[in-house]
């Protein structure tokens, strides 16, 4: 019996080769006039493929249309999946085939499908094979997805602009030191990406930020007198990349609140004032943004280490899915194959392809 597939699955042949290709086919002349589109391939099947009685057939002719019909889209739809799969990760120097080549020729697989079984279980046989394939498919996509996203993301942070850079891989001990930060009881240094537009208007109002924040006024009246947290002088550059630069600034982490007793007679527990998250507030007004860093210097080197393992586990994950789509394409594709000679065997024209797996 004769059996059409797309010509990609297919070599070009000569007129004579198509002429031998389907001698003895089913309707080889009405195939050589198509010869554009589709080839023909010999297809063995058993000779004793259940038919049924033709009572049998049409009363569940309907059903088993419909059903086969589906199964027919649904493994087409992972032979699909598993092919842009393949095709998203490869590089170009490999091919996806069918037993190691290209199908030429189609034979039933007695082992995995024995012929003598009702087409419903032939169906549903492979429906759970096919179905298995695609799950594992989606473990094996999805957990390759995740450890390159969250490689990529790694490398934007190092490589990217310092708004968003991870600046232990730019803060590196050759650049900075302990003795650049200052974090005590009362105050705390930090780093401050400044665009290089506005340098020169932080150099002369950092000191001024936030002037409503801090209280200096005298015990009992702190709130008489007010002005910036910032330490005045404090501002250093450490670098400049790109267009914006890096500086610190050291300011008063907050004051103290002192309880009292309210007109009732109850006492109100006393508070502490974060000067720090309100100076943020401020600085961003300003469009200066204030980065939360803490000097490490052994975090570089665990960033880059954490980067090369990535690569190395990316790749591995790469090379897997690689494997495992080359492989797992030609089953698939054997087992769509299997579902398309079930609807297009000889005698499927009475109802649509398909058995009811009772014998005459």
Not at 40 to 62: I, K, N, Q
Not at 130 to 154: N, P
Not at 242 to 247: K, L
Not at 257 to 278: L, R
């Amino acid at each position: 019996m004769p059996v059409t597939l797309p010509k990609r699955f297919l070599p070009r042949r000569s007129g004579c080769e198509a002429e031998r290709l389907t001698d003895g086919c089913y309707g080889g002349a009405s195939l050589l006039r198509l010869w554009s589109s589709v080839d023909c391939s010999r297809v063995e099947l058993p000779s004793d493929l259940l038919v049924g009685t033709l009572d049998s057939l049409m009363v569940r002719a309907t059903a088993l249309s419909d059903d086969l019909s589906r199964v027919d889209l649904v493994i087409e739809s992972v032979v699909r999946k598993i092919e842009r799969q393949f095709h998203d990760l490869n590089k170009g120097d490999q091919a996806l085939t069918v037993d190691g080549g290209l199908l030429l020729f189609f034979s039933w697989d007695e082992a995995k499908h024995p012929h003598r079984r009702p087409l419903p279980e032939i169906v549903s046989i492979i429906q759970s094979s096919v179905g298995k394939i695609e799950e594992e498919l989606k473990q094996l996509s999805t957990r390759y997805a995740e450890k390159k996203q969250q490689l990529i993301g790694l490398q934007r942070k190092k490589g990217g602009n310092l708004m968003v850079a991870n600046l232990t891989d730019v803060l590196t001990p050759d650049i900075v030191s302990p003795s650049d930060f200052v974090n005590t009881e009362y105050l705390q240094t930090l780093v401050v990406i400044v665009p290089k537009t506005l340098e020169e208007q932080w150099l002369l109002e950092y000191a001024q930020l936030g002037d409503q924040i801090a209280e200096y006024g005298p015990k009992g009246a702190r709130g008489n007198v007010r002005g910036s947290p910032v330490v005045p002088g404090s501002s250093r550059k450490l670098l400049e990349e790109g267009d914006s630069a890096v500086y610190t600034v050291t300011l008063l982490k907050g004051q103290y609140q002192p309880g009292f007793v309210d007109k009732e007679g109850n006492f109100e527990a006393g508070s502490t004032v974060d000067y720090v998250e309100e100076f943020k507030t401020r600085a961003k007004e300003k469009r200066f943004v204030v980065r939360e860093f803490t000097f490490d210097p052994t975090s570089h080197a665990s960033n880059e280490e954490a980067i090369a393992e990535l690569e190395v586990e990316v790749d591995r994950l790469w090379s897997a899915l690689i494997r495992w789509c080359k492989a797992h394409f030609g089953e698939t594709f054997i087992a769509w194959m299997h579902i398309k000679v079930r609807m297009d065997a000889p005698g499927s024209s009475v109802v649509g392809g398909l058995w009811d797996g009772e014998a005459d």
